[in-house]
């Protein structure tokens, strides 16, 4: 009888576990739609103002793109807005994915959550900043002018609305490194000394991220791409240091 009860108790655990887990993955759900609804109606007002980004967006190169395709504008103009809605609702995306796993966080590690939403936000609208004024023109300004006497740069907005907005959103992600990094020391998951150690590994996931960032083969973008990336590996030793 005792045995069978003990078995009973260790079912209820187990059944309480699963309903645990069920619970997590609903509450997940709950966030990702909650996510999509948000981007979807930042994408949706962003489009309003797509045609105005657009010619933002072609300011560095200083001339009007072609498009060959019959569907090729709107395409240009739809992933434009997407991504335009992207970064809008980029502080709410934050704000969800912490609130996602703060119930797994003791009490002394939650207060990292409040200040996590302003951080990450300002953190990423300085990567884009950094890629827009700095990688961005220099990037133009060298792929422009590659051996002018051979080529005629005459780009599509298929490749090159891409390769900007591609640009931009993807050093802003990795502006959030140093944020990432600060929170895993708190948390005691890593530390200064082991960031140290990997500095090899990290080179090589660098060169891997800064090849995934940048569209073009050439080295001087790639370049362009990993220095950023390496002085945020730097200054979060730094920040691993301060936590």
């Given amino acids: 009888m005792t045995n069978k ?15 645990t887990l069920l619970e997590h993955l609903e509450e997940l759900r709950d966030r990702l739609v909650k996510a999509a609804v948000v981007v979807g109606i930042t994408t949706a007002i962003a489009a309003i103002f797509t045609p105005q980004i657009l010619e933002l967006l072609i300011t560095p190169y200083g001339q009007r793109l072609q498009i060959i395709s019959p569907t090729e504008g709107i395409t240009v103009y739809f992933r434009v807005a997407l991504t335009a809605g992207l970064i809008l ?38 990567g884009v900043a950094f890629a827009w004024f700095i990688l961005i023109p220099a990037a133009i300004g060298f792929l422009s002018s590659f051996l002018p006497e051979i080529f005629s740069t005459e ?48 080179v090589v996931i660098i060169a891997i991220a800064a090849a995934m960032i940048t569209p073009t083969p050439d080295p001087f973008n790639m370049g362009l791409v990993m220095l950023p990336l390496f002085g945020l590996y730097a200054f979060s030793i730094l920040l691993s240091y301060l936590a």
């Fill in 155 to 202: 780009w599509r907005s298929k490749e090159y609305i891409p390769f900007v907005t591609s640009l931009v959103f993807w050093i802003g992600l990795a502006f959030e490194t140093p944020l990432i990094i600060f929170i895993m020391s708190k948390l005691k998951i890593v530390t200064p000394q082991f960031l140290i150690k990997q500095w090899r590994f990290a």
């Fill in 89 to 126: 609702a980029m502080p709410f995306l934050v704000y969800q994915l912490l609130m996602f796993i703060l119930p797994g966080l003791e009490d002394s590690e939650k207060q990292y959550i409040f200040w996590g939403v302003p951080s990450a936000t300002a953190l990423f609208l300085v």
């Fill in 5 to 19: 009860s003990s078995s009973l108790e260790e079912r209820a655990e187990q059944l309480a576990g699963q309903m």
